[in-house]
DNA sequence: GACTCGAGTTACCGCAAGTAACATGCTAAT
DNA sequence: ATTAGCATGTTACTTGCGGTAACTCGAGTC
């Protein structure tokens, strides 16, 4: 019952918590986000319920597994981000960095933002809105707070820095999305396109001359 | 047997359709995305066998539904998209009708984008990835394609304007789900906001004195 | 009048989430 | 040594939903 005890016991726990972790996320990356919780626990050597004394229910599951995801991803774009390089050299950076990661582990990534797929229909998967939704926000607020934080934007520079967060981590997330699926172009061309983006190529761009309107 | 009564026969089922599809939509937008079958069904004043007659199944029901949202939404965006005026006008105009429609009718949105969401821990809902995608995509693709026929975009266009057209749309998209749930400011500031991002004032703002960095 | 055919129902299957109640073994105080 | 307590584990169950099979009913056709 003294501290010491107690600590080891805590930490027999936290080692089989993550030994679970590491099972669910094999039969996750294995399975797809369908995988049952008792395919979990099969794979982790023992059973449903003590997935559920560990975990409280599947969401929690996911919401651990996804954080340990989310975790590494934001640790690697707050690297890039913050490195010492011009504005532009820092934004290719990030961007990159976010491509490469959900390049090299796709299954990882579809599970933290499209839950449910694969798999014949009707198969419920785990549930997104509550899961996907935070790795953006995150990403969103992170950025945001960079932004603020190095930029100079007059007034109302706080909320214009949350608007550009989300509104920069929503197009990379999306083009990213599409680029992951029909690979039209290599990374590095995508990098380049959305930073150009960013600068203000969409405003620079001249009309094509024989199209409607003006 | 002939032509005319099958056509008769064939508006029947197209209209009972409609009215299930109604049916479905009151109750989605009621009891939210978890709603199950049962509950349409009874909705409808009948039962399940039919709601898997005319859909198939839960994904078929889940995809017609969306697919009336969808192609709703698409219409008023390209009204905007191509109405006759400068490009900032139009491009804030699109920005506006979409947050306009969000805000609108969030429960509609929140099905179409986040079908998983509220009721308890375990509410299976309808799955997402084959059908939130799906309108993000579509949105992309309309939008690069009017980038690809009206800017002189030089070589490469084509990919440019599709890397741009689904970038776009994932920030319009992420900026409206972020502001839709914290609505830290107005919908016309958000546009204004956004507007500016594309128009490079990210590229273009001064470093912050003291910041870290260069 | 028997026959088809589409709309509808009841009653069921399978399966996954989540829970209760029971078993077992380790530590610790008496 | 014995026994109380607690974490760890199991089996076996309930509940609820997606999906289907098999039957019923009613309307129009030869």
């Not at 995150?138 to 608007?163: K, N, T, Y």
Request: charged share 25%.
């Amino acid at each position: 019952m003294d501290t010491t005890q107690r600590t080891e016991q805590q930490r027999s726990a936290d080692r089989r918590r993550r030994e679970l972790l590491e099972a669910a996320d094999r039969v996750v990356l294995r399975d797809g986000p369908q995988a049952s919780m008792n395919a979990i626990a099969a794979e982790a050597g023992i059973t449903k319920p003590i997935l559920y004394r560990h975990f409280g229910d599947k969401g929690g599951l996911y919401a651990a597994l996804a954080k340990r995801h989310t975790d590494a991803l934001l640790d690697s774009l707050r690297a890039a981000l913050d490195a010492p390089a011009e504005r532009r050299e820092r934004v290719e950076a990030t961007l990159d960095t976010y491509l490469a990661a959900i390049e090299a582990r796709p299954q990882v990534y579809r599970f933290l933002m499209h839950p449910s797929e694969g798999g014949q229909p009707g198969d419920p998967g785990f549930d997104v809105g509550k899961h996907s939704a935070p790795l953006l926000r995150r990403m969103g607020e992170e950025l945001a707070q960079v932004i603020e934080e190095r930029l100079d934007l007059g007034p109302g520079s706080q909320q214009l820095a949350r608007v550009w967060g989300h509104g920069i981590v929503g197009m990379m997330h999306a083009a990213g999305d599409w680029w992951l699926g029909e690979r039209p172009c290599s990374r590095a061309e995508l990098v380049g396109s959305l930073a150009d983006l960013l600068w203000g190529r969409l405003a620079a761009a001249g009309d094509k001359i024989g199209g409607p309107g003006f």
